[in-house]
């Protein structure tokens, strides 16, 4: 199980302007095929670290044709990390299973369901948004 901040903490931690620097690109996730992974920190506008981490995950599965964009923001503490932010959109070629597989968005401890249309964004669409 996931641990999550309050949603008025996660609304505070990213509510100034940061910014995620030398970013290491895309990686490949060994154990699944078609899934890479980013994961960078994130500093302050005076280029101090601010105790967070942005993860973002992509994965196209060759079986099953779908893709899933996990977008995240994660609080680092010394026993793990905190889910401050996570964009969550998944793409099915046939009609989505249920209502939770639905484009969605956490702020802290709070889920929100998302349009269904950004069921159809593009990657671009996703990263901008999460931006």
Known sequence: MMNDVAAAEAQDLISGP??????PGWQPVKMQPGSCFI??????QKGMNVRLLVQLIFRESPTTHRTTYKFSVFKRQVYGSERVYQLSVEQWPTPIPDAHKHAHEHFGDQR?????????????????YFC
């Open 18 to 23: 940061l910014a995620c620097v030398d970013s």
């Open 39 to 44: 994961e960078v920190g994130v500093l302050d």
């Open 112 to 128: 929100t369901m998302i349009p269904e249309s950004w069921d159809n964004w593009t990657y671009e669409d996703v990263l901008a």
